[in-house]
């Protein structure tokens, strides 16, 4: 099972890890107000006992057991028998950002980081509790806990209230000791809510409660793992598992992340550091806000759809062009927190056509992964996913800009693979990822070196962009 922000979907694997089925549902994510994105809990609840009920009618086999991964970050505030106080409040949420701004300027952001790992953004479940604290207290005061996407579904399914590691690592789990960090607590304001954090457990499960089996295909008593979240899920899946080796996910929203064998706060406070499967790797995660969703704007801005990528890409010269693809309203996360952070185009003049501005998009998108990547120390294999990678152009572009190869994975299920293989550890089977060879793209030796130019200026104008922001 992986719950994402705008779908839910559910993979059939077999015990080698091949997919044999495959469903999905999409799910609401409602902008309720300039920058404000909630969710209706109790209908990705539903969408997955929807998936399920597919799902198994699909497959002509006994299921062994369900793994769950889902978007991460968020609040989602839940009453004890999981159900929702009010709408879950999505990692995209900007309603925070004066928190973030305020914790930043008294020192409180660098601080927190220093003992995490984790630098706060406005999507966190830290300054959200905080702004309910501050704005709808009696909402907290209902609520038995302040959940994420994937426990609210576990505590739904089986009753069973807890979090994983990988989850509780933003913002308040210190990392080495997988504890939460009470003075953090204190220092955020929040200790009175410590009991609204849900106990950690490094690989919950539970298993399936008589009434949410109804419908579902799946009898009583099937176990339910909480996997992972989607981005640590989706290493796992992806078979990172030496230290320096990295994964870049580009979906709606741009993932780099990077296996290490020591939790590091050094340097420029920015991501986050996530305790994953193994007790002792973690993930230096740098999720920056827009990936193909900085695509989709585009392509709307010229009148055109994914269909004609491959045209615009081949078509498109971005010489003198320098975009800053940070489009979220709540504004950026990686490779730094800005609230306030929005996006640029400079260069433009009449001859500028579409295809210039789409291939200048898609060519910003790779140097912020560069940028993420470069920050969380990459330094072997790097593979890629995501439905931006299904165009091979855009894949040669991050290639390209990169410098480095890029093995891109044939599948797209990598979180749910990650899920499954959670699933399979605690039925005591064997949990490390199927081999997948993929499409390697090497980077072009003029293009590279064309590229490191236009990364330079990128990077100058990222800096004098961040002044006008408002350093943070």
Known sequence: MDAGTTVTKAVAFDPAGVPLARVARPTALHRVADGWYEQDADQ???????????????????????????QGDGLWLVDPAGRPVRPAISWMDGRAASIVERWAAGGLLESAYRRTGGLMFPGASGPLLAWLDEHEPAALDRAATAAYCKDVVLQRLTGERATDPSDASMPFLDPRTRRYDDELLAACGLAHRRDLLAPVHDTPYGRLLP?????????????????????????????????????????????????????????????????????????????????????????RLVGADLTDLPRLLAQGRSDGLTVLPYLAESGERAPFVAPRARGRIDGLHLGTGPADLVRAVCEAVAYSARHCLTTAGLTGELVACGGGLASTAWAQILADVLDRPVRVLAGQEVGALGAALAARRVLGEPATAPADAGRVHHPDPVAARRYADGYARYLDHVANARAGWGQV
């Open 44 to 70: 990705v609840v539903d969408s997955v006992r929807q998936v399920l009920a597919e799902l198994t009618a699909a497959v002509d086999r006994p299921v062994a057991g369900v793994g769950v991964t889902a």
């Open 211 to 299: 009434s949410p089996a109804d419908g579902t295909g799946l009898p009583a008593g099937t176990p339910v793992v909480a996997a992972p979240y989607d981005l640590p899920a989706s290493a796992w899946g992806a078979g990172v598992t030496r230290p320096g080796d990295g994964l870049l996910i580009l979906g709606t929203t741009l993932a780099c992340q990077v296996l290490v064998d020591r939790p590091d706060a050094a340097g420029e406070p920015c991501g986050f550091v996530l305790s994953t499967w193994q007790p002792d790797r973690w993930l230096r995660a740098l999720p920056a806000m827009v990936g193909t969703a900085a695509l989709d704007w585009v392509l």
